[in-house]
C-alpha cells in the first residue's frame, strides 16, 4: 500500500524509530524497508510516499466495517460488530472505540456510544498533509472521503486561480481548507454553527484565511449564480434540491457533487454535461456513493 515515509541513514534509524514512537508518529502496520544504508521509515505524515507491505500480525480482516478517526475507531452498529472490536483492540492499540448508531437530526450528528477506552470522539485528525480539529458529537466528519476530497480538491487546482468555489456543505473543512492552501478563493458554508467554529479553528490551525458562513445553502443558492465552481458534498440529499441549485447556476459552471443510489439505477441531471462519473464505495448490499463532476450548460 502507499503510505507516507521518512528517509534517515541507517546509523540513525534506531534513534529516529524510537523517537517516533514515543510522539506517536510511527505507522507500525507497515513494515520498516531498508535500501542501501538509508532505512524507509512509515510515518502518518509525510510528502513522500511510497509502497509499503503490511505487517501480517496487524493486518485487519475488518477494514472497511470501521474507520479511525485521530487516536479513536468508529464501528457501525451491525451485526458481528462485537469481533471487530476485539481485533481491533487486539492489533491497533486505540485510545477508544466508539459504536455508531446513525445520525440524528438535520446535522447528520452521529449517535456514538463509547464501547472501548475513555474521552470523547474528540482529537486532530491527519488527512492528506494536514490537520483538522474533529469533533463527532458536534459535526460530522468520515475519514472515508479523504481520497474523494484530495481528487474534488486537485480537479478544482487545476483551473484557474481566480476562479471563485462555493463550498456548500463545508463541514470542519476538509475540502475548503486544501482549496485555500491552493491559494483558491472559497466561501464555506454549513447550517451547523458548531460544524462552522471548528472550521474556523481548522483554518488557523493550517495556517489560512477563509470566508466562513453559518446559513442552510439550500435556501440561499439564488446567491450563487455567479461563481465558476460548487461543491456539493451532501450525498443523502434529494436529487431534486441538488437540480434546483444546478439550474440556479450560470452557463460554464462546475459542480462536484455525491449521491447515493442504487448500483443498477440510473442517476439522470438536467441541463448539464456529465463530465465525470464514478463509484466512490458502497454504501449498503444495494447501493453505493457515486461522485459526479458535471458542467452547466
Not at 510528502?47 to 478517526?69: A, I, L, P, Q
Amino acid at each position: 500500500m502507499r503510505v507516507p515515509y521518512i528517509k534517515v541513514e541507517q546509523s540513525e534509524a534506531k534513534k529516529e524509530i524510537d523517537r517516533l514512537k514515543a510522539k506517536g508518529e510511527l505507522l507500525g502496520n507497515y513494515k520498516i524497508r531498508r535500501e542501501g544504508n538509508w532505512v524507509l521509515i512509515p510515518v502518518k505524515d509525510s510528502v513522500e510516499k511510497r509502497e509499503f507491505e503490511e505487517n501480517v500480525k496487524n493486518r485487519m480482516k475488518h477494514v472497511g466495517s470501521f474507520e479511525r478517526v485521530s487516536d479513536f475507531f468508529v464501528i457501525k452498529e451491525r451485526e458481528g460488530w462485537q469481533k471487530i472490536l476485539e481485533e481491533i483492540e487486539k492489533k491497533q492499540s486505540p485510545r477508544a472505540v466508539f459504536l455508531d448508531k446513525g445520525v440524528e437530526g438535520s446535522f447528520r450528528i452521529r449517535k456514538l456510544k463509547r464501547i472501548f477506552g475513555s474521552g470523547d470522539p474528540t482529537g486532530v485528525h491527519k488527512e492528506n498533509g494536514l490537520r483538522y480539529l474533529v469533533d463527532l458529537e458536534r459535526a460530522y466528519f468520515s475519514p472515508r472521503l479523504a481520497g474523494l476530497r484530495r481528487e474534488i480538491t486537485e480537479s478544482c487546482l487545476k483551473s484557474s486561480k481566480s476562479d471563485l468555489i462555493i463550498d456548500m456543505y463545508a463541514g470542519v473543512g476538509p475540502i475548503s481548507i486544501p482549496l485555500l492552501k491552493g491559494k483558491m478563493r472559497v466561501v464555506s458554508v454549513d447550517v451547523n454553527p458548531d460544524a462552522v467554529k471548528l472550521l474556523v479553528q481548522n483554518m488557523k490551525l493550517n495556517r489560512v484565511q477563509g470566508e466562513a458562513l453559518i446559513a442552510d445553502s439550500n435556501k440561499i443558492y439564488d446567491c450563487f449564480g455567479g461563481v465558476e465552481q460548487v461543491i456539493m458534498n451532501n450525498p443523502t440529499q434529494s436529487l431534486s434540491v441538488t437540480q434546483k441549485v444546478i439550474d440556479s447556476l450560470k452557463v460554464g459552471t462546475i459542480v462536484h457533487t455525491t449521491h447515493i443510489s442504487k448500483r443498477m439505477e440510473s442517476v439522470e441531471f438536467k441541463g448539464v454535461e456529465i463530465l465525470e462519473r464514478k463509484v466512490v464505495h458502497g454504501y449498503s448490499p444495494s447501493s453505493s456513493l457515486f461522485y459526479f463532476k458535471l458542467g452547466k450548460k
